[in-house]
């Protein structure tokens, strides 16, 4: 292709945007900004995309089958998982003006997942033994209402995604099935040039089981999630779920009178535990719940720690968890929001302390009275020593993995892929069962399977990239040759030059050749490092019968004949 | 591909839909409804999809460059072209649920068409005369608010297209590059197989220009549109453009003595001629607007027609046109709606009487008195003989093409593609102006170029069927050979059939093999009907070492060698 005719040239500015990702591929003519999180895809980007796309189809036809589902659904669907009124990124379709609303007023959901699609469509189809198991899946533009768009193509409201549903008869199916989908993906991250640094973490299976999902997480400084690593079991463990044992504190000191101590309109730990001269790991932090509507539930950590909500729902065993109201937190505590503690709570409301809070002498908590902190408390002298201590905390660097003792290994990663063991959970909402042998109907057990192509292409470019530009691994490379034309002017060269393209090309090689006068070789060289192609050719005057050779990623350049240049590409 | 495996087989149910194309890829197992207007794409219904859409990819890279474009775009695009509030298919997204709500209030459109997001974006990469001309394509889901969807993949709320934008620095590029696209559709449907059955027709150009747009459509009993065609000059009008002439009535009578006639209650022209016992020709449709906000208009055609709003805007040149409120026209007519009529109007109403209303002895029209018609009308004698007749009514069958007054030809049609030159309305609307040779600004002309991949799904099918089921063009044939096996249970049959499966495949010729067991060869053929495959090859027992082939649009089958076959298959 010649980049004179090219759609989305490189761009001068040095606009920094919050991510690499953002900048390089803004910058580098891949894709161009809309609004925040939405992006058009020019040539070079759309041709990346394509290869990623292209290489997670090739592999994941190898375990379901490619249809196409729609963006918009019907409500209704949604409204049988129970999922409509609760999903928080759920967007949802209307008349964008008065004359259309005149013509339709239908609603449709805006899909940022199939599970109310293909459950239902699956069911139409399937309903013997013999046909199971199954899969299908499609590569689709979805859509989040999400609130923080951020780091270029990693969190945006509009993306691709494939995702893969599955159909089992038995429990014992569905996780054969699963475990080899894990081997598929693997492939394709190593395909995808990123394989190396990509591992499988637990994650939280979400409200509907104790199982736990499996991520696929590209170690990777700028990634949002935070992986806790166990280097006796190699086990990662996404923050949200990674148990965690708080490291012990120094406990060499005597007990000293416990005292209610005025602390007015201090906010947070870190305030508090200056104001009482204290370290912040003696403060604690105690928060007031509403389980289920009806049960109070007082929850305390560590100060320095924040409440795991999804633990602490485990833990009380209910299904919908929320912070109290203002006023229940008055009526209970009997003060005002920011001084509950856990002493002298009232016997209807339940307590459940993390580990971290035990093991200190002379632990500050607050008092249950307006402005006043309760100091020097002691377990089993100011109130009894709890039956159990739990782990409703979110991990932090330093804690220790509970089995072993030993300290995590803590490390930043970007998700690239996520599967899910759904089971029954929306088999048993749309009643899809499946006739067995025996002719009785059975449940049918159901997995999710995401990849997102565009946030793939994003954590490619955060992973690889230098301060010139991209570095692309060559399978999605938008092409695998950049070939430079200087002193263009001169017929002799020109003519040569257009030699080699067309024999590149004839040769199914991938040329992005830069055609362009009036440019200067520095400008072009330039071009080259940050749109990142794997091979760069220069062809000018001083090269004279031979090409100049020399990768992204290797800082020397060789001048070599075509044919020794064409074995090279070849053998790549 | 074996069929065994496949997701998406035919169904049993006869279930008939509102269009041959519905029911045929619905039964044949390559859609599947999720709601009136949105389908799912099996397996063999995203191959022929995705065929289609290469199809056009390939003709359209010959003139344009693809990039992909978000389906989501800030309002305040649409709101810059004057389009949020008057396109009334326009959706919008908005948080699906009180809980999306609190996250993120924002609202987006959902884009029909991307005029839009396409103008700012040359807008920021191409600012010199020597960028010029270039073109910007993508091929992506749409979505328009449709009140009335119908006919299976003709019209949807979701569907598939290809739009194609073009920028110019003269009207004249503009026009070139416009006259050469049409050749490349020509050659788009041509390679579709519907080549020789689609043409090309004027329509309008819209609300913004004089001009006319236009409309590939394939000649089809079952489309929705209708056109008007002539055939001494070859062209062919949309119904919405189409220059008319009534046809003369018999005028052998003497004028009568106008009277007042009592018709209380009477709905539309038929009960009134019935009940005035004429003809309908005789009767006058007298409808009130109001143009600009400021003008009354009164429009007149001959019974049986009726206005066409766009001919009538040109003809008042304005650039709103509504129909009167109530109000207006009692205090235009006096009369209450329903008894409008061009005799004794005030004089500040503009009076546009179509052509069909001339050449007529005592004709009836409203008499501008509630619950009154006026009947024996004539020009000259009751009121004067306008200075002008316009051409303001929908053209119908029988009508006259007016430069030559041959009868048209009608043909129902349905629309696989248009084109539209839109001159400087969007980049006006940006500001988006390039710098010319001598340095100064002008503006940028743009044209924009639309093909419905998922449409023309449709229309392919509502053309090419039997009773039996599809038949496929070979070039969007979900595979080339239908590979029935019978006899299955035999091992050598079994081996034979395994054996011709693998030699297709290996030459890279598209096979879906029919494996099933326990399906008899009845339905195994009348399956292969349906599903409409332009080849069908079937071994058996009774076949032996040979193969019978057969085409799907053939009734013979004729048994040869697999030599002989493979020879018919690569010569196709």
């Not at 409204?79 to 609603?107: C, G, H, Q």
């Not at 040039?193 to 199982?211: C, K, M, P, R």
């Not at 806790?228 to 120094?250: C, D, H, M, Q, W």
């Amino acid at each position: 292709m010649l980049y004179s005719k090219i759609f989305g040239k490189t761009k001068k500015d040095s606009k920094k945007y919050d991510s690499a990702n953002a900048t390089l591929l803004i910058k580098g003519g891949f894709i161009d900004q809309v609004m925040a999180g939405t992006y058009t895809y020019l040539t070079l980007g759309l041709r990346v995309l394509n290869k990623i796309e292209n290489i997670v189809r090739e592999e994941i036809n190898t375990i379901g089958s490619e249809i196409l589902m729609p963006s918009i659904v019907p409500q209704e669907l949604w409204a049988k998982t129970n999922r409509l009124e609760t999903v928080d990124v759920l967007m949802k379709t209307t008349a964008a003006n008065k004359l259309a609303l005149a013509k339709n007023s239908s609603e449709y959901v805006l899909s940022p997942t199939h599970e109310e699609v293909v459950t239902p469509l699956a069911q139409k189809f399937n309903l013997s033994y013999k046909d199971f198991p199954f899969a299908l899946y499609h590569i689709q533009t979805k859509f989040r209402n999400e609130p923080r768009v951020k780091s270029g193509l990693l969190r945006g409201r509009e993306f691709r995604m494939k995702d893969l549903y599955s159909f089992h008869t038995t429990e014992k199916n569905l996780k054969e099935y699963y475990e080899n989908s894990k081997k598929v993906y693997l492939k394709i991250f190593q395909r995808l040039g990123i394989g190396n640094d990509t591992v499988i973490a637990l994650a939280s299976g979400g409200s509907f089981t104790e199982d736990y999902s499996h991520e696929f997480q590209t170690i990777c400084e700028t990634g949002e999630d935070t992986l806790f690593f166990v280097k006796s079991t190699g086990i990662y463990y996404n923050r949200e779920v990674a148990p965690s044992l708080a490291p012990p504190i120094n406990n060499d000191e005597k007990m000293l009178e416990r005292k209610d101590v005025e602390g007015k309109g201090i906010k947070g730990v870190d305030e508090l535990a200056r104001f009482l001269n204290i370290p912040i790991e003696k403060t604690t932090k105690t928060m007031i719940y509403e389980a289920d509507d009806k049960r109070i539930i007082a929850a305390a950590v560590r100060g320095g720690y924040s409440i795991n909500e999804d633990k602490l729902r485990k833990a009380v065993k209910c299904s919908v968890l929320k912070m109290a109201s203002p006023e229940t937190v008055k009526k209970v505590t009997g003060a005002e929001v920011g001084y509950a503690g856990i002493l002298n709570l009232p016997k209807e409301v339940e307590i459940y302390i993390d580990e971290s809070v035990n093991n200190r002498l002379n632990f500050e908590c607050g008092a249950n009275k307006t402005n006043y902190h309760s100091i020097n408390i002691n377990f089993s002298r100011d109130l009894a020593l709890p039956k159990e201590f739990y782990d409703i905390k979110m991990a932090k660097d330093g804690d220790l993995y509970p089995e072993t003792k030993e300290k995590y290994e803590v490390k930043k990663a970007a998700e690239v892929g996520n599967i899910f063991p759904l089971y029954t959970k929306f088999t048993e909402a749309f009643d899809y069962k499946f006739i067995d042998q025996d002719g009785k109907e059975r449940p049918v057990y159901m997995g999710c399977y995401g990849i997102g192509p565009s946030r793939i292409m994003g954590v490619i470019v955060e992973m690889l990239h230098d301060d010139k530009g991209i570095l692309w691994p060559e399978a999605v490379a938008p092409f695998q040759v950049h070939l430079i034309g200087l002193d263009l002017k001169d017929e002799t060269v020109r003519s040569k030059i257009n030699n080699i393209y067309k024999n590149l090309e004839d040769k199914n090689i991938e040329v992005l050749y830069d055609d362009r006068e009036g440019v200067n070789a520095g400008e072009k060289f330039s071009d080259a490092d940050l749109i990142g192609i794997p091979v760069r050719l220069v062809v000018s005057k001083r090269t004279g019968e031979k090409v100049e050779y020399k990768k992204r990623n290797e800082k020397e350049a060789r001048i070599s004949s075509l044919e020794e240049v064409l074995k090279l590409l070849i053998s790549n």
